[in-house]
């Protein structure tokens, strides 16, 4: 796909996310909104994500993980729209007996490669994950989504650590919004520069616009191929600046829609300045 056919895809990724959000009156607008330009070109661009939503299995798919398990409303979109499920089924979103609870989970959907509940968790697994694709002689590329807010918690950092002295080949890219549950991560727990932390660490580290197609596709492209011609050059994050609530006037850079759905005359301004009359 072209830059403007994947933007056209995160803009539909941000529609469903409003109707998931809005049909079970609970879940988190506001990072997966930030997300959707990110996981379209993710989707979008074979290139980078290797899939086949037909085999959810496949052996050589890419491992595609999920630290901040929240917003997980941005990897449902995202995989309905890529064939894996139908708008029917998403839109069960949070509501009692549906496979799409607001954490995912591997025992209601295989494909979303790790079950997620407290934050911090996922860097750990992605390291353990590259490091036995290692071990076994596969030749998939491992990613994990990650935020800055679980950047406060110990875990992340040991991850780091373990990552940059085994080497392990995963490409980690950041939600870097600046805001949390509890408001802005600055007033929060100042996290401090990420990128020279990350670095510090042993990780090969880039900032980047996480709303500017063809720099999220050359980001994500060059980490592929720095591994494809080095397997052992190491971990690698790319910190995409977002804005929360992406794309809705109201919800964007406002620390009140991490974790609020929209009421019905919310929606429907929602869904109008994403270009659906409701």
Same mark, same amino acid.
């Given at each position: 796909m072209n830059d403007q056919q994947i933007?056209?895809?995160?803009?539909?990724? !941000? !529609?469903?996310?409003?109707?998931?959000?809005?049909?079970?009156? /609970?879940?988190? %607008?506001?990072? %997966?909104?930030?997300?959707? @330009?990110?996981?379209a070109t993710l989707f979008c661009d074979p290139e980078i994500y290797r $899939?086949? %939503?037909?085999?959810? @299995? &496949? *052996?050589?798919? *890419?491992?595609?993980?999920? /630290?901040?398990?929240? +917003?997980?409303? #941005?990897r449902y979109a995202?995989? /309905?729209?890529?064939? =894996? =499920?139908?708008?029917?089924? +998403?839109?069960? =979103?949070?509501k009692v007996g549906s496979r799409f609870q607001g954490h995912p989970s591997t025992k209601y959907i295989p494909s979303v490669e790790n079950s997620s509940g407290s934050l911090g968790q996922g860097l750990s697994a992605a390291t353990g994950?590259?490091?036995?694709?290692?071990?076994?002689?596969?030749?998939?590329? #491992? =990613?994990?989504?990650? /935020? *800055?807010?679980?950047?406060?918690?110990?875990?992340? &950092?040991?991850?780091?650590?373990?990552?940059?002295?085994h080497k392990a080949p995963v490409i980690a890219f950041m939600d870097y919004n600046g805001i949390q549950i509890d408001g802005f991560t600055k007033d929060v727990c100042n996290l401090g520069d990420l990128e020279k932390k990350f670095q510090a660490f042993g990780w090969r580290a880039e900032t980047a616009n996480g709303h500017n197609i063809p720099e999220i596709r050359k980001s994500l492209r060059d980490a592929v191929n720095r591994l494809t011609l080095d397997p052992d050059m190491g971990p690698?994050?790319?910190? $995409?600046?977002?804005?929360?609530?992406?794309? #809705?006037s109201f919800m964007e850079n406002a620390p009140k829609w991490h974790g609020t759905p929209p009421n019905d005359e919310q929606f429907a301004d929602a869904m109008?300045?994403?270009?659906?009359?409701v």
């Open positions: 933007a056209e895809y995160a803009l539909n990724i !941000r !529609r469903l996310i409003i109707k998931m959000v809005h049909a079970a009156k /609970s879940g988190h %607008p506001g990072g %997966p909104l930030g997300l959707a @330009d990110i996981y $899939f086949n %939503p037909k085999k959810p @299995d &496949w *052996d050589s798919r *890419d491992r595609l993980l999920l /630290s901040n398990g929240h +917003v997980c409303a #941005v995202a995989m /309905s729209l890529a064939g =894996f =499920f139908s708008e029917k089924d +998403v839109l069960t =979103f949070r994950i590259a490091l036995g694709k290692r071990l076994q002689g596969k030749n998939y590329n #491992v =990613f994990v989504c990650i /935020s *800055d807010g679980e950047c406060g918690e110990g875990m992340t &950092w040991e991850a780091a650590t373990a990552a940059a002295h690698q994050i790319i910190l $995409f600046k977002t804005t929360l609530g992406k794309g #809705v109008k300045q994403l270009g659906v009359a």
